[in-house]
């Protein structure tokens, strides 16, 4: 199963009229982050969530399964409105550490699914 980072998402639309309007998908939330194990460490660092299924099982809010890591802000920009070719691991970050929410990706619209890896 591929899991992707949650994000807080920010919806605009661009055009057209509902119910055939066009709409952009903005990051609300930090996206650019590296996860701080190394990845022949990576079961002793995450926690699992389970969740039953619910009403809407592919929504982000309903996750049936969220996997919980600890990540560091890094440098990496957008490029033309999309995120760049992730920096090559490990990335080196002195920022704090802070718990990131891994979610099913098909429970995303908007995700960051290939994160680097930091140790500092």
């Known amino acids: ?10 919806w605009r639309r661009i055009g057209g009229e509902d119910p ?10 930090p996206w650019n982050y590296a996860l701080a194990i190394h990845p022949h460490d990576v ?6 969530d389970r969740q039953s299924v ?4 592919f929504s982000p809010a309903a ?12 440098p990496w920009a957008l490029e033309h409105g999309a995120a760049a070719a992730p920096p090559p691991s490990p990335v080196e970050s002195a920022e704090e550490l802070e718990e990131l929410v891994l979610i099913p990706y098909g429970c995303t619209t ?3 699914t290939e994160l680097p ?4």
């Open 1 to 10: 199963m591929v899991y992707a980072l949650a994000l807080t998402e920010d």
């Open 20 to 29: 055939h309007a066009t709409w952009e998908v903005h990051p609300a939330s």
């Open 43 to 48: 079961a002793q660092h995450v926690d699992v």
């Open 54 to 57: 619910g009403e809407r099982p």
């Open 63 to 74: 996750a049936p399964i969220q996997l919980r890591v600890r990540g560091r802000r890094i």
């Open 110 to 112: 908007l995700r960051v």
């Open 117 to 120: 890896w930091t140790v500092s």
